[in-house]
């Protein structure tokens, strides 16, 4: 049995995920959002590469019920309904919607990962539902590769701690040595033993949080380092997030 983590998309190739049961992190913000978005009654996610692409497949779905969604440097994106806060995505905004979203790593990261066999999206405000998805597979089929969406095609210690609460919890009662981790997956591991299981301490650590703090939106911060406030588990198919 194994479990990898992979610190950014970069790492992922169709050898790495390809057949794979992925979970992909992005907590700050994107997958935050979206998992508020589907407690809150959306419909489907669409996740783009980019605000152009956004845009053009909004056109493409020629829909009322379509809402454009995303951040670039953080704020809303000029002409899009909403910017990329789980504070936004009220019932009354999102509810029946399909939204479909660009924001700066989360939801490209969705695109490199088209060839795995499942891919979930995992978050603090869903954690324990995630994790335990994730392990049902995992226990079937012995693999789970982790895909941190990471900030600038670079490590973001957000993620990366994120990583290590699903490795250790999709692990979590089995035998000494009966679960391979890959370098990244002993790496976020110990990003737990440092943290703990304080969310709220490991993410406000990570320049991403300072960042938005910053930029005003701690609310947000404070909104996505609240475990378990969801019971559900999102998941990504034929280029579209879904509740299964
Ligand atoms: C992203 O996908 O890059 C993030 O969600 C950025 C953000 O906090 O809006």
Same mark, same amino acid.
């Given at each position: 049995?194994?479990?990898?983590?992979?610190?950014?998309?970069?790492?992922?190739?169709?050898?790495?995920?390809?057949?794979? #049961?992925?979970?992909?992190?992005?907590? %700050?913000?994107?997958?935050?959002?979206? *998992?508020?978005?589907?407690?809150?009654?959306?419909?489907?996610? *669409?996740?783009a590469?980019?605000?152009?692409?956004?845009?053009?497949?909004?056109?493409?779905?020629?829909?009322?019920?379509?809402?454009?969604? /995303?951040?670039?440097?953080?704020?809303?994106?000029?002409?899009?309904?909403? /910017?990329?806060?789980?504070?936004?995505?009220?019932?009354?905004?999102v /509810?029946?919607?399909?939204?479909?979203?660009s924001? #700066?790593?989360?939801?490209? !990261?969705?695109?490199?990962?088209?060839?795995?066999e499942?891919? =979930?999206?995992?978050?603090?405000?869903?954690?324990t539902?995630?994790?335990?998805?994730?392990r049902? =597979?995992?226990?079937?089929?012995?693999? %789970?590769?982790?895909?941190?969406?990471?900030?600038?095609?670079?490590? &973001?210690?957000?993620?990366?701690?994120?990583?290590?609460?699903?490795?250790?919890?999709?692990?979590?009662?089995?035998?000494?040595?009966?679960?391979?981790?890959?370098?990244?997956? =002993?790496?976020?591991?110990?990003?737990?033993?440092?943290?703990?299981?304080?969310?709220?301490?490991?993410?406000?650590?990570?320049? !991403? !949080?300072?960042?938005?703090?910053?930029?005003?939106?701690?609310?947000?911060?404070? &909104?996505?380092?609240?475990?378990?406030?969801?019971?559900?588990?999102?998941?990504?198919?034929?280029? %579209? =997030?879904?509740?299964?």
């Open positions: 049995m194994k479990i990898s983590v992979f610190f950014t998309p970069l790492a992922v190739t169709q050898n790495t995920v390809g057949g794979a #049961t992925v979970l992909v992190i992005d907590i %700050l913000r994107a997958n935050t959002t979206i *998992v508020t978005a589907f407690a809150n009654g959306a419909r489907s996610v *669409v996740p590469a980019a605000a152009d692409e956004a845009i053009t497949l909004a056109q493409s779905l020629q829909s009322e019920n379509t809402v454009l969604v /995303g951040e670039k440097r953080l704020e809303p994106i000029p002409g899009f309904a909403l /910017g990329n806060s789980p504070l936004e995505m009220t019932r009354e905004v /509810g029946g919607k399909t939204l479909v979203m924001t #700066t790593n989360g939801t490209a !990261a969705y695109q490199t990962v088209n060839s795995a499942t891919v =979930i999206v995992g978050a603090a405000v869903n954690f539902a995630a994790a335990a998805y994730a049902e =597979i995992f226990d079937a089929n012995g693999e %789970l590769v982790i895909v941190c969406s990471g900030r600038e095609k670079q490590f &973001a210690l957000e993620d990366a701690y994120t990583a290590g609460r699903f490795a250790q919890a999709v692990a979590s009662g089995r035998g000494r040595g009966a679960v391979e981790f890959n370098d990244g997956a =002993i790496a976020a591991k110990e990003l737990v033993r440092r943290y703990g299981d304080r969310w709220k301490r490991a993410v406000a650590a990570s320049a !991403a !949080a300072r960042a938005l703090k910053q930029a005003g939106y701690k609310n947000d911060i404070d &909104a996505a380092t609240e475990s378990d406030v969801y019971d559900i588990v999102p998941v990504y198919k034929n280029k %579209l =997030i879904a509740l299964p």
